[in-house]
């Protein structure tokens, strides 16, 4: 029988290097994430209309009551 013949052992520290660029990577995503305006806000609503003006369709306009929380939503 022949032996396995060994490695070099530079894989080992080109796959910790791989982890953690992405983790780094995710970190980026996860700080971006949290820059956008959350869902169903009025700074969402704003940019989901602003894009679907840029995409050509007819929207209604904006009113002060645009995006505002309904009375008595949620609690039972």
Do not use: C, H, T
Request: aromatic share 8%.
């Amino acid at each position: 029988m022949s032996a396995i013949p060994q490695g070099d052992g530079d894989q080992l520290e080109d796959e910790e290097e791989e982890q953690i660029s992405y983790f780094k990577k995710r970190a980026d995503i996860k700080r971006n994430k949290s820059k956008e305006p959350s869902y169903k806000s009025k700074e969402w609503i704003k940019q989901k209309k602003d894009r679907q003006v840029r995409q050509g369709r007819e929207i209604r306009e904006d009113s002060k009551y645009s995006g505002r929380k309904r009375k008595g939503r949620g609690v039972y």
